[in-house]
């Protein structure tokens, strides 16, 4: 088969204790920091042997399959040429983890699953045994592995993963999408479940009619700002620098969409408290990772306000407690797409046409064409590539 597959040079940076190594299950050697280890990245197209399942994975032909920041992150370098993605990664291993396609082969302790099934999957291949995933918390497994980062992903055309991890697409063609729409729509559930967790997993959720703001208007912020309205947000506000992004925003559910940079030093806090009249908003999601836009919307919570961290960076946040004391408010830190049926609630919300994730979709690509969108050049697109292989 022909995949995209990502190659570095093991050379943990001088002094460097922060960088854990360990081996994948495929045998692999992974770096827990990735950007503290792997040196002069490359993707290139290759040809590899097709994938068996083993007794309990399936083996899927992708038909749709997303480019994800992390992508491009693997294969961009800083000025000591390391990668730039800080987590888990391991090389030589094929990329890609937001996909969608057709059963092709069963292993033989395969249930739920024929040749045939479309379907889509989960990136974390949480372990069910550890604690966390023995608390109903599969995100923050201990010993989790990612396809696409630890073992071999989806720009590709198979690939290998375990039943348990897959989820029927059966609801959108139940509901008359053609094909090519169903499964463009189902490589886009994992970034959406993503959201999906934070707000009303990690979060808690919120009341119809709540005032929502969403910094950042990436593929994850999108599909926040499409989960909001889709769930009765009264208002939603966006922040986003590109133009482009901004548009998106509108298209998929803000009342409003701003240029932070065009706005001031405070001017997302000064914003959030006009378009409230004063009251502050229910719910904010950082989907950005920049700095200095935490505090503002920590300051900007309404009473019993909930602000949700997707967003990572390199930042550090300068916080006062008195703007959650004093509101009772809360900040959570999210993480994964696992668990609580977020999937397959996902997968329902866009067979109802709730959310029009499909909209934000400004590029279709071959293999050839997703290689040369991860030469290393930086590239942020103002929406999502899908590459079918």
């Keep these: 088969m022909n995949a995209l597959v990502l190659r570095a040079q093991w050379q943990p940076r001088d002094a460097d204790g922060a960088v854990a190594e ?33 007794a309990d994975e399936v083996v899927i032909r992708v038909r749709a399959v997303g480019i994800c920041g992390s992508d491009l ?41 024929v040749v045939g099934d ?3 999957a989960e990136e974390i291949a949480w372990c069910g045994e550890c604690f966390a995933c023995r608390s109903g918390r ?60 934070g707000l009303f997993v ?58 932070p940079s065009a706005l001031g030093s405070e001017g997302i806090a000064t914003q959030a408290r006009e378009s409230s009249r004063g009251k502050g908003l229910d719910v904010w999601v950082e989907a950005s990772g920049a700095a200095g836009v935490t505090e503002q919307m920590a300051s900007t919570l309404a009473p019993g306000g909930r602000l949700v961290l997707l967003g990572r960076g390199p930042h550090r946040v300068d916080l006062d407690p008195e703007w959650l004391i004093v509101r009772s408010a809360s900040m959570h830190g999210s993480i994964g797409h696992s668990g609580s049926g977020a999937f397959g609630r ?4 866009m067979a109802a046409g709730r959310l029009p994730m499909a909209d934000i979709i400004s590029r279709r690509v071959d293999l050839k064409g997703g290689l040369a969108l991860l ?14 292989p």
């Design 346 to 349: 996902v997968i329902d919300l």
């Design 202 to 259: 990690s979060a808690g959720g919120f009341q119809p009619g709540s005032r929502v703001g969403v910094v950042g208007a990436g593929p994850i912020g999108l599909a926040a700002i499409a989960l909001a309205r889709a769930s009765g947000a009264g208002r939603i506000l966006a922040f986003e620098v590109s133009d482009g992004r901004r548009g998106l925003a509108r298209k998929v559910g803000a009342d409003e969409a701003y240029d």
């Design 22 to 54: 360990g081996r994948g299950s495929s045998g692999i050697r992974v770096a827990s920091r990735g950007s503290r280890a792997w040196r002069e990245p490359k993707i290139t197209l290759e040809q590899r042997a097709d994938p068996s399942p083993a």
């Design 118 to 120: 479309a379907v889509c």
């Design 138 to 197: 599969p995100n923050n497994c201990t010993r989790l592995e990612e396809l696409g980062f630890t073992f071999d992903g989806a720009h590709a055309e198979f690939v290998a993963t375990r039943a348990r991890y897959c989820w029927s697409l059966a609801p959108l063609f139940e509901a008359g999408f053609p094909a090519d729409r169903a499964f463009e729509l189902g490589a886009l559930v994992e970034p959406t479940a993503v959201a999906y967790i």
């Design 73 to 113: 992150h693997f294969a961009e370098r800083d000025p000591d040429g390391y990668m730039l993605y800080p987590g888990m990664v391991g090389t030589p291993v094929v990329t890609g983890h937001e996909f969608s396609g057709v059963v092709e082969a069963v292993g033989s302790e395969v249930r739920d699953l």
């Design 375 to 388: 030469d290393g050049t930086p590239r942020r697109e103002s929406g999502k590539t899908i590459i079918r």
